[in-house]
Structure formats: structure tokens, C-alpha cells
């Protein structure tokens, strides 16, 4: 049998066994080794992410999060990261991720899915309808695998990176798939926010339907901002409500979603998973806490003025993370995969934008 840390420890000291402080002093000593491995790797990630959010800041319709996994694909295909600098940057693709997640729950209030009202929650409901089955049977179509297909599906329906960054957190996608989701989602993203303001005003619509329209058509929170501002002070007012409506709907998703994988119940070698691993999967803890963050803020635990600064952190981490993602991009994945998915967040970002306004038409909130 291997010698424990504690009889190995009293073998070095001549048989004494190791007392209380040596003990702690040891499993310091493994935490900070611990960092130190992390440490040049979340380095790389902070300096890319604190560059992509300085280019956004000039440049926000295109945004930091698409600086950031521009800049991290930009750094793989020229020089991929060291070794050493791999752990950090994978523990910032995933963990970042989540906490960004949970961090923009405290942002959101259940009110405001009541806020909305019977008059946009039909559009609500069918486009999210739509835009998944859309996804999956233009995807088959078109040839796209499975976890690139319910990225690019889920990332259109909800709340593009955001969407994709929590799905990615539940199912585990290849990181290239991540890259390729994310680049495709935003692509549409700033097509939107050039088309859109001028297709309302050929269209005739009213600040509130031109609202309803971009926060059901258009992927990413920060593109509706900037598509529904231009359009006007009232539309933006109401697009940005019920785009925060429309993010909710990544819970009920992300928990079907586990659910589906842990019934499948296999791992890595192909047996079948203990019954707490998949109760785990089924009920992520940063799902546990989204909604906890939900709640605290619903009954008023999180001060107001907080919202704006927990929002800038809330976009910083994702930024963070998606620089990440781009520095594990193995690029050679990416060509092989070739233009279907592109083609694929085309089909699914018409067949939103027409849906969104067919119901609208149905409805008479058009």
C-alpha cells in the first residue's frame, strides 16, 4: 500500500508524527502550488480580456465578447499557449463561465417576466420554438453535428454568448464548437444592428413592436441595446425587457437538457454513471444559484444601485471566458468544419426575425 502524507511526513522526521501546523503548513503550501499553476494562464486570459473590452468600449457595436475570442483565435493560430499555460485557461473557460451565469441573475427580477404581459409572451414562446426546431431540422439538414447544432440553436433562441456559455457549461461541448457557435451568433448579431433599424422604419413599425421584434429576433443583449437605441428611446425601453424575459428561458433548457444527457447515462468509458453524478448533471449547482441570484434580487436584497456595476463584471467575465475559449481553439477543427454552421445561424436568424414578426401580425402587436 502507498504511505500516507502523514507516515511519509513522521518517516522524514524519524518516526515523530507531524504535528498540527505542519499539517496546515502543508496543505498551504499544495493550495499555493496550486495557484502558481493557474496563475500564468488566468494572466493571459485577463490581458486578453482587459484588451477586447478597451476595443469594445470603441467599437461597441461589434463589442468586447467578439474582441475577445477574435483576439484568442488570433493568439492560437499564431503561437498555440504554452503547457504551462493551459490549466488557467481552461479553468476560465468553464468556471468563468458559470460565474458570470449566476452573476447575471442578480440583474434579473421574476417580475419581469410578468412585466411583459400576454400581449409579448406569444412572440416569446414561438419564436424560442421556432429557433430550436428550426435548429434541429435545418441542422440535420445541413449537416451539422449534435453539440454545434444545440449551441447555435440554443445561442439564437435565448441570449447568444450568454445562452451559449451556460449550455456549454451543462453538455460540455468541444471548445472549437464553442468558438465556431459564438463567432456565428455575433456575426448575425452586428448584421442585425446595421439592418434592423432600417428594416422598422421600411416597415412601418411602432417603437413597441420594433422593441418586441429585437428582443425576439436578435441573439445578444448588448446588439438589442444597440438596434432598439437607434430606433428610439421607447423601443429600447421595451426590447431590453423582454430580451431579460427571454434570457430566463435558458433554466428551463439547460435543466432539459441535463436531464437528457443523464438519462442517457453513460461517461467517458461507456458505463453507466452513479445515480449522484447524474442527479448532479440534472440539477447543476450554477443553475442552483442563477436562480438564487433570481430570487435575492427579486425581493430586493440586491441594492439598485448595484445592478450597473454587477452587469459591467457580469460582461467582463464572459469577455474573460471567451478569450479563454479562443485560446484552447484548435483552429484545424474549425476548418474542417467548414461554412455549414454559418449557414445554419442564417436560417435560424431569418427564420426568427419572420416568425417574430408573423406573430406579432397574429397577435395585433404588430
Not at 461541448?173 to 422604419?201: C, K, M, Q, R, W
Not at 428561458?249 to 447524474?278: F, M
Request: aromatic residues 4%; contains cysteine; charged residues 10%.
Amino acid at each position: 500500500m502507498p504511505v500516507s502524507t502523514a507516515e511519509d511526513a513522521a518517516t522524514k522526521t524519524g518516526g515523530a508524527q507531524p504535528t498540527g501546523v505542519s499539517v496546515v503548513v502543508c496543505g498551504l503550501r499544495r493550495v499555493l502550488a496550486g495557484w502558481r499553476a493557474l496563475l500564468p494562464g488566468i494572466s493571459c486570459v485577463a490581458a486578453v480580456a482587459t484588451g477586447a473590452t478597451m476595443l469594445g468600449g470603441v467599437a461597441p457595436v461589434v463589442g468586447a465578447p467578439v474582441f475577445a475570442i477574435v483576439s484568442g483565435i488570433a493568439i492560437a493560430v499564431a503561437r498555440p499557449p504554452a503547457a504551462r499555460l493551459r490549466p488557467g485557461i481552461t479553468l476560465a473557460s468553464k468556471k468563468v463561465l458559470q460565474s458570470s451565469i449566476v452573476l447575471m441573475g442578480l440583474g434579473l427580477s421574476l417580475g419581469q417576466v410578468l412585466s411583459t404581459g400576454a400581449r409579448s409572451l406569444p412572440v416569446l414562446l414561438g419564436t424560442l420554438a421556432a429557433a430550436l426546431g428550426m435548429a434541429w431540422v435545418a441542422g440535420r439538414l445541413l449537416g451539422v453535428r449534435g453539440d454545434m447544432r444545440i449551441l447555435i440553436g440554443v445561442g439564437t433562441a435565448v441570449c447568444g454568448a450568454s445562452a451559449i456559455a451556460a449550455t456549454d457549461a451543462v453538455i460540455g461541448a468541444d471548445e472549437a464548437d464553442v468558438s465556431y457557435s459564438v463567432a456565428t451568433i455575433f456575426t448575425f448579431n452586428v448584421a442585425a444592428v446595421l439592418l434592423f433599424p432600417s428594416l422598422g422604419h421600411v416597415l412601418g413599425l411602432s417603437q413597441h413592436s420594433f422593441g418586441l421584434w429585437a428582443g425576439t429576433a436578435i441573439n445578444d443583449l448588448s446588439s438589442v441595446v444597440a438596434a432598439s437605441t437607434i430606433y428610439g428611446h421607447a423601443a429600447a425601453s421595451y426590447g431590453v425587457i423582454v430580451k431579460l424575459t427571454r434570457t430566463l428561458a435558458i433554466i428551463p433548457i439547460c435543466l432539459g437538457l441535463a436531464a437528457v444527457r443523464s438519462r442517457r447515462g453513460e461517461g467517458a468509458t461507456g458505463q453507466p454513471v452513479a445515480r449522484k453524478a447524474a442527479m448532479r448533471r440534472i440539477v447543476p449547482v450554477f443553475i442552483v444559484a442563477f436562480l438564487a441570484a433570481v430570487a435575492a434580487n427579486t425581493i430586493g436584497l440586491v441594492p439598485a444601485a448595484f445592478h450597473h456595476g454587477l452587469s459591467d463584471m457580469s460582461t467582463w467575465m464572459i469577455t474573460a471566458a471567451l478569450a479563454a475559449i479562443g485560446l484552447s481553439t484548435d483552429v484545424r477543427h474549425i476548418r474542417r468544419t467548414g461554412l455549414r454552421p454559418l449557414a445554419l445561424g442564417a436560417v435560424l436568424w431569418v427564420s426568427v426575425g419572420l416568425t417574430s414578426l408573423g406573430l406579432q401580425a397574429i397577435t395585433g402587436t404588430l
